[in-house]
């Protein structure tokens, strides 16, 4: 019996175990901690560097663990080969997957392009960094419990620092802006890791995606070869024209009709629609399901959510928004004059803020906090007025007492969440209750 090694027992070491388990594979887990696993795997956990490991006839690696980390070292070192968990998952997979990846934007691409290709008549699902592990679909498909056409592969960084021979169908890189620089070193890095998605695509094809400000970039990784470019602001093959969404030069959409907003979002519809193209080539996209889908899609929750409204102040809830370059979309969107109290700080990625200096004409005020706060500080400190807080709670506190009519408070963090919280979910659920509670209290008290 061949035997494999899982690498972390979270979301994806746990799907990834199950798939190996049903392949016929003996499963052990390899965790710095010491979880609960099932009776049918072995564990060695409470894993330092000073504990060998033996050589297996596989490694899959989870996209939290890095494989520059110490445990993916000492793996590599047995002679066992390492694959990320999406590109052990894609090899079961018999249906087309279509690739979404990029710094910002990567969820509301997944879902739209998801919802787009759903209703021109396909069966197709959404998985990966949006939540659902590659192996879990792998493994329902492989047991009949569902099927698919096409499978749609929210992409991140983690995930493709590992793959190797990962193929999607098509592929679609959104933006690149400063983020897991901690992770990747440095930000070319980062920007290797993205690009790394297109490696083993069939790029003669029109199946590559990307923004056409990524043009140069994308020569240099990939000389000679032409992708399919999107812009809401340049030229290029889906665009932005006289308020419509473009494909050469014909109108597919009119943006007024679209329930998003913002220039960033303008770019994500023209990425999915590019998308939708691969799969269903160029006369779909001025079909009538298109034209419904995009008249009635609406981001999920904590995504540029205006979930209260009083007394003139609009209370804005984009926690999702986990780096800097994501904020300046948010401003761009919500603000106005010096108008936007923004709630900044989380945990610390070592990224640069100093771009959201850009948009300073729209923050009133910066109210900074959690362990990030120090390098926000420091890096905006001559741009705008702030105050520094120790805890989210007393952030939103003060950011809502400082708010008058006419102002919006605006949770767009620019960072991760889990300083304080267990994810970006939780942080703009804690953020909604604190407003919330706030507003009962005080629903005509003005004293600034």
């Known amino acids: 019996m061949k035997e494999i090694l899982i690498l972390g027992f979270g979301i994806s070491g746990n799907a990834a175990a199950r798939l190996a388990l049903y392949k016929g594979y003996s499963v052990t887990i390899l965790d710095e901690k010491t979880p609960e696993v099932p009776e049918d795997y072995k564990l060695i956990g409470n894993w330092t560097p ?4 033996k050589q297996y006839d596989l490694a899959v690696i989870s996209p939290g663990i890095s494989i520059h980390s110490e445990m993916a070292e000492a793996v590599r070192k047995s002679g066992t080969p390492i694959a990320g968990e999406l590109e052990f998952a894609a090899s079961d997979l018999p249906c087309k997957i279509v690739a979404v990846t990029g710094t910002n934007g990567k969820t509301t691409t997944t879902e739209l392009t998801t919802a787009l290709i759903q209703n021109c008549g396909f069966r197709c699902e959404s998985a990966g960094n949006i939540g659902t592990a590659l192996s879990d679909v792998a ?11 096409v499978l749609v592969v929210e992409t991140s960084s983690f995930q493709l620092e590992s793959m190797e021979h990962y193929a999607p169908f098509s592929a679609a890189f959104l933006n690149l802006a400063s983020d897991h620089i901690n992770r990747h070193g440095s930000m070319e890095g980062y920007a290797d890791a993205k690009f790394r998605l297109f490696r083993e695509l069939n790029r003669s094809e029109e199946n590559c995606v990307i923004n056409q400000n990524l043009l140069p970039a994308w020569k240099k990784h990939y000389p000679g070869e032409t992708p399919v470019t999107f812009s809401a602001v340049n030229k290029a093959d889906f665009h932005f024209s006289d308020g419509h969404l473009c494909f050469r030069g014909k109108q597919i959409f009119d943006w007024q009709k ?14 999915a629609l590019a998308l939708l193209r691969t799969v269903a080539g160029d006369d779909i996209l001025f079909s009538a399901p298109v034209k419904q889908t995009l008249s009635a899609f609406a981001p999920d929750k904590h995504r540029l959510e205006c979930f209260a409204e009083k007394n003139g102040i609009r209370y804005v809830d984009d926690s999702k928004a986990t780096n800097p370059h994501s904020v300046n979309a948010a401003l761009r969107t919500v603000g106005g004059d010096h108008n ?12 640069d803020f100093s771009c959201i200096a850009n948009d300073s004409d729209k923050i009133k005020h910066a109210v900074i906090n959690g362990h990030a706060g120090a390098r926000i500080e420091e890096d905006l400190k001559t741009a705008l007025p702030y105050t520094r807080f120790e805890t989210f709670d007393e952030a939103v506190k003060a950011a809502c007492e400082k708010a008058v009519p006419g102002d919006v408070v605006l949770l767009s963090p620019a960072c991760a969440s889990f300083d304080f919280f267990s994810g970006y979910k939780a942080r703009g659920n804690r953020f909604q209750e604190l407003v919330n509670s706030y507003l ?9």
């Not at 000073?50 to 490991?53: C, G, I, K, L, T």
């Not at 923004?342 to 990625?349: A, Q, R, T």
């Not at 009962?440 to 600034?448: M, Y």
């Open 440 to 448: 009962k209290r005080n629903a005509f008290h003005f004293d600034n």
């Open 258 to 271: 679209c329930p998003l907003e913002g220039e960033h979002n303008v770019e994500n519809v023209l990425a």
């Open 50 to 53: 000073d504990v060998a490991v």
């Open 340 to 351: 936007v109290i923004l709630i900044l700080g989380g945990s610390d990625k070592a990224m």
């Open 139 to 149: 493994l329902e498909l492989k047991e009949g419990r569902r099927n698919l056409d």
